[in-house]
C-alpha cells in the first residue's frame, strides 16, 4: 500500500472506531478471542499508563497498597509498611536482594526485588514470602476495614535459572467471615463446601511438569462450587509459557460475587476471576460464586511459594529462589509498566493496528 493511501486509510479507520463509541469517555472493548463464547471484554488502558516507570503510581485513587522493595531496612530484612508479615522459618529466607543479583534482562525494572528462598532438610514442605491484610482478617474490631469486593493485583515475577517445576501454590487471595468463630484462615485446604467454614481464598501458582523449565502461570481456586475437597484449577484459555530467567508481568483480577438473602439460595453467579501475563488475558473465568454473605469480602494477600517437598538438589547452600517486583493493588486495572504516557485512544489504536 503506498504512504499516502496507507494514511488515508488508517485516518478513516480512526475516525470509525472514535464514531462507534471509543472516545475518551467511553470504554473500549474488543473480543477476546480466548474466550469461547465471544463475551465482550472491557481491555481499558490501565493505571500504569499514566505513571512511566511506576513513578508516583501510589498516588493514584485508585490505588491501595504499592512495594517497589527499594526502601525495605536492615540489610532488605525489615519491610517499610507496618501491614506486611514476613515468613521467618528454619527453611526460607524471604528479603530484598539488589536487582543484579536478580538479574535485569528486558524488564523495566531497577534498583531491588524481593527474594523468596527455600530450600529442603530432608523432608516436610517448606514455605516463605510475606502477607498482608486488606481489611479486618482475625476479628471484627482489628481496626483494619471491612476490606474489598473487588481488586486487581499486579506483580512482575521471575524464577531462577536454576527453578525446575515442581509442586508450588502462593499468591493466595481471600477472605474470611470474622462474625463466626469457627471461619477458616485464607490457604486452608481439603474442604469441599468452603461456606462451611466462612471462608474463600483463589492462588496464583506456577504449574509445570516435574524438573522442567517451562512452566505454566493459573488459578487454584477455593470456591462454592468447585467439585472435590482440593482448589479448581480454571481452564487456560490462552497459554503462555513462562521460562526461567527471565521478568513477567502478572496481574489478577477477582470480583465477589453479589448476594440476595431473599434467596434460598443467595449467591449469585456473577462472580469473576481474570489473569493475565504481560499484558494479555489468559484466563478469564466467569459465573463464580464465592460467598453466600455480603460481609464475606477480600482481606488478605500473600506473596509466597509453598512447596509439597523440594527435591534433595535444593539445599541450604543451594535454595530454589522466586523474584517479585513492582506490586500494585488497586480497584481499577493497572497493566504493566509503561516507559511513556498512554493515553487510552493511543492504546486502543495500537491494538487495532
Given at each position: 500500500m503506498k504512504p499516502l493511501k496507507k494514511v488515508l486509510y488508517l485516518g478513516a479507520l480512526v475516525e470509525l472506531v472514535l464514531a462507534a463509541g471509543f472516545g475518551r469517555d467511553k470504554e473500549p472493548w474488543i473480543i477476546c478471542k480466548a474466550e469461547q463464547t465471544g463475551t465482550r471484554v472491557p481491555r481499558a488502558v490501565g493505571i500504569a499508563a499514566r505513571y512511566p516507570g511506576d513513578r508516583g503510581i501510589s498516588k493514584d485513587p485508585a490505588v491501595v497498597f504499592t512495594d517497589d522493595f527499594e526502601a525495605w531496612a536492615h540489610g532488605g530484612t525489615y519491610p517499610p509498611?507496618?501491614?506486611?508479615?514476613?515468613?521467618?522459618n528454619q527453611t526460607s529466607r524471604t528479603g530484598v536482594v539488589p536487582l543484579s543479583r536478580a538479574g535485569e534482562d528486558e524488564a523495566d525494572l531497577s534498583g531491588h526485588?524481593?527474594?523468596?528462598?527455600?530450600?529442603?532438610?530432608?523432608?516436610?514442605?517448606q514455605t516463605g514470602g510475606l502477607s498482608l491484610k486488606l481489611g479486618n482478617y482475625n476479628h471484627a474490631n482489628e481496626g483494619?476495614?471491612?476490606?474489598?469486593?473487588?481488586?486487581?493485583?499486579?506483580?512482575?515475577?521471575?524464577?531462577?535459572?536454576?527453578?525446575?517445576a515442581v509442586r508450588n501454590h502462593g499468591a493466595n487471595l481471600g477472605g474470611r467471615d470474622v462474625t463466626r468463630k469457627d471461619a477458616a484462615w485464607v490457604g486452608m485446604a481439603g474442604i469441599r463446601d468452603v461456606s462451611t467454614r466462612g471462608y474463600f481464598y483463589s492462588g496464583v501458582q506456577p504449574r509445570g511438569?516435574?524438573?522442567?523449565?517451562?512452566?505454566?502461570?493459573?488459578?487454584?481456586?477455593?470456591?462454592?462450587?468447585?467439585?472435590?475437597?482440593?482448589g479448581e484449577n480454571y481452564e487456560v484459555q490462552k497459554r503462555i509459557p513462562i521460562k526461567v530467567g527471565r521478568w513477567y508481568?502478572?496481574?489478577?483480577?477477582?470480583?465477589?460475587?453479589s448476594v440476595d438473602p431473599s434467596e434460598p439460595d443467595p449467591a449469585n453467579t456473577d462472580g469473576l476471576e481474570e489473569l493475565w501475563i504481560d499484558g494479555k488475558l489468559t484466563i478469564r473465568k466467569e459465573g463464580v460464586r464465592f460467598r453466600q454473605v455480603p460481609n464475606l469480602r477480600i482481606t488478605?494477600?500473600?506473596?509466597?511459594?509453598?512447596?509439597?517437598?523440594?527435591?534433595?538438589?535444593y539445599?541450604?547452600?543451594n535454595p530454589i529462589r522466586v523474584y517479585f517486583d513492582n506490586l500494585v493493588i488497586a480497584r481499577e486495572y493497572v497493566g504493566p509498566i509503561q516507559k511513556r504516557v498512554v493515553k487510552q485512544n493511543d492504546s486502543l489504536i495500537k491494538r487495532i493496528l
Open positions: 509498611e507496618a501491614g506486611w508479615n514476613v515468613r521467618k526485588a524481593l527474594e523468596i528462598a527455600c530450600w529442603t532438610t530432608g523432608g516436610g514442605s483494619l476495614g471491612d476490606g474489598y469486593d473487588e481488586l486487581y493485583i499486579r506483580y512482575y515475577i521471575k524464577f531462577d535459572e536454576n527453578y525446575r511438569k516435574r524438573g522442567s523449565q517451562e512452566l505454566e502461570i493459573g488459578f487454584y481456586s477455593y470456591h462454592l462450587d468447585k467439585k472435590g475437597p482440593w508481568c502478572v496481574e489478577r483480577h477477582m470480583k465477589l460475587n488478605f494477600f500473600s506473596l509466597e511459594t509453598y512447596y509439597h517437598g523440594l527435591p534433595e538438589q539445599h541450604q547452600p
